[in-house]
């Protein structure tokens, strides 16, 4: 990994971190009432961390972006919950998506590496495992489940919209 | 050794999940008021249903025994009332058309509305020997008990209801490092929190009691009322020791429990009537 990959996923972190607990966390607030505009945004910095990179690693970077995400969700443990078992699925749907040459090792699983139908797979099946996980934790009990699949739907939706506004934006490469 | 490692490199993604999840699991029961709730109740209702068949198995064996004790019980009770009736016979034919009499009457109408009702329970379920001991009774929401009411039985405290499901409720002995119940010696007004410091079940102690109070050894504590949990005066024990540590400003009190917790077989719950209107008063004055 180089210091270019380095610099660029401590950034990423920061970044994400802060628009989720500053933006969107306020966003989710303001609209109190109907509590279906949850975006989760920061599972890209999971989906674009690099495939070389040690396993514990991953695990251990999943679960400080959880707690972080946590810290100011006041709801120690939820998101690093959704944000473990994302970590954990992350090679099976690498395998799953993986293209016929194999991947290019020195490359993160990005948009601009693997193009835009791939990485609309990769991120919406990612995202989808995330919001499942978060959203039933969040619930905890079986009594409203009509209304924790209906939020686990808006709030995929809503986050995928989030995460491939970034994207484009940024395009990251690194 | 070496398979071992194996293992550990072919699941290690799992194991480290597995152990990550745990981690986040505990944190979310533990600090998330909600979810604390829901993890409460849901294992409450699960391990109650498991003690209350073990209880009733174990009760068929036992019936002998506890009919010879409430045989015994009636007996005292019926010599009770025998007694206070000769008692009360006596006292109404001294104070007939008296003033006493008549403050009497006074008083007694307008103590008529008790505060506190009371819930029989089955214990289902009690541990003495933990550091943080809990007891199960067969009673839950479907028998209006409530989260946060005092239990008690024929011979003193018990607990404090810490959770229920629908049929039973899981209680807080008070021999629980959390226990907190605000006491205070029979006939004074000095009063102190009732805490256990988890060695000896039948010993307790009181902090927060102030140095210029004046008691002795043998005085009986009681319950003080001044929480929504337990009536007034309900026995909690006799005094042992007291001492003032050095530049404290409170006692140390060591009493010994009069209840033997340890052989608990039936409880009372006390459901406070006013238990809503006091909370939404302390809820408004904290906010």
């Known amino acids: 990994m180089t210091s270019r990959t380095l610099f660029a996923n401590v950034f990423r972190f920061l970044f994400l971190v802060l628009i989720q607990v500053l933006v969107l966390r306020r966003l989710a607030l303001e609209w109190a009432g109907f509590p279906y505009v949850n975006a989760l945004v920061y599972p890209l910095f999971l989906m674009l961390l690099p495939i070389t990179l040690p396993r514990w690693g991953q695990f251990l970077l999943a679960f400080i972006l959880g707690i972080s995400v946590d810290l100011f969700y006041d709801s120690p443990g939820i998101h690093a919950s959704a944000a473990v078992f994302t970590i954990y ?86 | 050794m070496r398979n071992l490692l194996q293992l550990f490199v072919r699941f290690g993604g799992l194991f480290m999940f597995l152990f990550l999840e745990v981690i986040c699991f505990t944190l979310i029961v533990n600090f998330n008021e909600r979810h604390n709730q829901i993890f409460l109740s849901s294992s409450n209702a699960v391990v109650g249903f498991v003690y209350e068949r073990y209880a009733n198995s174990r009760d068929y064996f036992k019936l002998d025994e506890q009919n010879a004790q409430l045989l015994q019980d009636n007996q005292q009770l019926l010599a009770n009332i025998e007694q206070l009736q000769k008692k009360l016979a006596r006292l109404e034919e001294l104070t007939r058309d008296s003033l006493p009499r008549r403050i009497a009457q006074r008083t007694e109408a307008g103590n008529d509305q008790d505060d506190f009702e009371f819930i029989g329970a089955k214990v289902i379920n009690n541990s003495i020997t933990a550091n943080n001991n809990l007891l199960t009774l067969d009673k839950g929401k479907a028998d209006s008990v409530v989260h946060h009411a005092g239990v008690i039985n024929g011979k003193g405290i018990v607990g404090v209801v810490r959770s229920v499901s629908n049929h039973y409720a899981s209680v807080m002995s008070v021999l629980h490092r ?58 909690v024990g006799t005094i042992d020791t007291f001492w003032v540590p050095p530049g404290d400003n409170f006692f140390e009190i060591e009493i ?32």
């Open chain 1, 89 to 174: 699925l992350r090679p099976y749907i690498l395998r799953w998506l993986e293209p016929r040459g194999g991947y290019n090792l020195n490359h993160i699983p990005a948009k601009s590496w693997l193009g835009y139908g791939w990485f609309f797979r990769y991120s919406a099946s990612l995202l989808f495992f995330h919001c499942l996980f978060y959203f039933s934790v969040e619930a905890f009990n079986f009594a409203n489940i009509g209304g924790t699949l209906l939020r686990i739907l808006t709030g995929f939706f809503f986050s995928l919209i989030g995460i491939w506004i970034i994207v484009m934006i940024f395009n990251p490469k690194e």
């Open chain 2, 178 to 235: 959390e226990s907190r119940v605000s006491v205070s010696v029979k006939d004074k007004a000095y009063f102190g929190s009732l805490v256990w410091k988890g060695n000896d079940p039948k010993k307790m102690n009181i902090d927060a009691v102030p140095k210029h109070a004046e008691f002795a050894q043998g005085d009986t504590i009681v319950t003080s009322g001044y929480s929504y949990l337990f009536p007034a005066g309900i026995i």
């Open chain 2, 256 to 287: 010994s429990l009069v209840n033997d917790l340890s052989k608990l077989e039936h409880a009372y719950i006390c459901i406070n009537k006013n238990r809503d209107d006091l909370l939404t008063l302390e809820r408004e004055v904290n906010d």
